[in-house]
T-cell receptor
Framework: AQKVTQAQTEISVVEKEDVTLDCVYE???????LFWYKQPPSGELVFLIR??????QNEISGRYSWNFQKSTSSFNFTITASQVVDSAVYFC???????????FGKGTKLSVKP | DGGITQSPKYLFRKEGQNVTLSCEQN?????MYWYRQDPGQGLRLIYY???????QKGDIAEGYSVSREKKESFPLTVTSAQKNPTAFYLC????????????FGEGSRLTVL
């Protein structure tokens, strides 16, 4: 991927609401992996999910789910029944740099209010 | 516990000084990375290393240097040639470069006075 766009700079929701984080990317590669990471206020990025480009089956893992559509180069991430602890900055990161390195979007800051 | 340790967590330096940020991992990972993060920005790759004694420039390598003498260690030196060094620096490792999940340290915040 040469470019990653996370159009939502900040999102604020009330606890228990569902929230979807958008990610659109550009790539010249035919096969690649896509990732979502979470950065809480402590600063350390935490791995959330990984998806490969040749499997478009969408999945659910606990309160997390994702919608990958290769035709539109989108990899959206949904948190169901949000909690205050979900407050963080979320980064979409598809492969696309040299040697398969990840390209990070600018992130979406999610605030979940009680 | 297995993980990545970065030190120091906070660092202040005067203009014109070089500073070295430490990154150690005990995950037995082959690949290690340094990223820079500025407010409201994504992570930008500075350098990465796939194997001991070898490393490659990332997207913003100018003004930085690294070494990889041991598998566990990948220190980053911010030199005086880096024009805007104030930033949050994150070190990461992965089992391999291709498709590998990145494991991150807690970061080092460098402020140039």
């Amino acid at each position: 991927a040469q470019k990653v766009t996370q159009a939502q700079t900040e999102i604020s929701v009330v606890e228990k609401e569902d929230v979807t984080l958008d990610c659109v990317y550009e790539t010249r590669d035919t096969t690649y992996y896509l990732f979502w990471y979470k950065q809480p206020p402590s600063g350390e990025l935490v791995f959330l999910i990984r998806r490969n480009s040749f499997d478009e089956q969408n999945e659910i893992s606990g309160r997390y789910s994702w919608n990958f559509q290769k035709s539109t180069s989108s990899f959206n991430f949904t948190i169901t029944a949000s909690q205050v602890v979900d407050s963080a900055v979320y980064f979409c990161a598809p492969q696309g740099g040299s040697q398969g390195n990840l390209i990070f979007g600018k992130g979406t800051k999610l605030s979940v209010k009680p | 516990d297995g993980g990545i340790t970065q030190s120091p967590k906070y660092l202040f330096r005067k203009e014109g000084q070089n500073v070295t940020l430490s990154c150690e991992q005990n995950l037995n990972h082959d690949a290690m990375y340094w990223y820079r993060q500025d407010p409201g920005q994504g992570l930008r790759l500075i350098y990465y290393s796939q194997i001991v004694n070898d490393f490659q420039k990332g997207d913003i390598a100018e003004g930085y240097s690294v070494s990889r003498e041991k598998k566990e260690s990948f220190p980053l030196t911010v030199t005086s040639a880096q024009k805007n060094p104030t930033a949050f620096y994150l070190c990461a490792s992965s089992p391999g470069v291709t498709a590998g999940e990145l494991f991150f340290g807690e970061g080092s915040r460098l402020t140039v006075l």
